[in-house]
């Protein structure tokens, strides 16, 4: 069962259908959405079993508000790592984490739940990635970085070694990240910077 119904729920569930995986449908929390995506019953969160795992396949800041209804009712979450994606051996990769296609995960990486890798990002050695981080298409995270958690890293952005990313944190597209990004604050461009 997949959590949402938007374009990254369409793109989750090719990961899965690659993996071939069944899926039962979509559960949203929110009124007013289509009934049906992808031949496939859209309902209400509580309306679903919790014995079928999920996958959340939001990108908004809805995402920590679904996931969390969906610990209070018993759901369990599986990862969903696509088969091009290089994830080291000595990688540890969390339940609930999406590893999108052509995704790189170094050795000795620490992966969170919830925690989405979009396509082509690359994740190296001995990184830490916090709770329900989302990390953008084509994003590059060097050696040693740490993000705390729900922070973004934006498509293409590229983090030096070492640095670190507070929680909460968002680093917008492209942004070159050379010094430490404190929690909460929303940093751009070439070198980052603080923005507000």
């Not at 969906?70 to 609930?96: D, Y």
């Not at 890798?117 to 990184?127: F, K």
Request: charged share 20%; proline share 5%.
């Amino acid at each position: 069962m997949i959590l949402g119904a938007g374009g990254f729920a369409r793109e989750v569930t090719d990961l899965c259908y690659d993996l071939g995986w069944y899926v039962v449908g979509y559960a949203v929390d929110i009124p007013d959405q289509p009934k049906v995506l992808l031949g496939k019953a859209v309902r209400q969160l509580e309306d679903w079993n919790s014995d079928w795992p999920c996958v959340a396949a939001i990108v908004s800041p809805l995402r920590k508000r679904i996931l969390d209804s969906a610990v209070r009712l018993g759901f369990t979450f599986a990862s969903v790592v696509h088969p091009s994606a290089s994830v080291s051996k000595m990688a540890r990769i969390h339940p609930g984490v999406i590893v999108n296609r052509n995704v790189t995960v170094g050795n000795e990486a620490v992966v969170r739940r919830h925690m989405i890798l979009n396509r082509g990002c690359t994740i190296g050695h001995d990184c830490e990635i916090g709770i329900g981080v989302t990390v953008g298409p084509g994003a590059n995270l060097a050696g040693n970085v740490r993000v705390g958690d729900w922070a973004t890293i934006g498509m293409g952005a590229n983090v030096r070694e070492g640095t670190r990313i507070g929680a909460g944190a968002f680093v917008g597209m492209g942004s070159v990240v050379v010094e430490d990004v404190p929690g909460g604050e929303t940093w751009w461009g070439i070198p980052a910077r603080k923005i507000r």
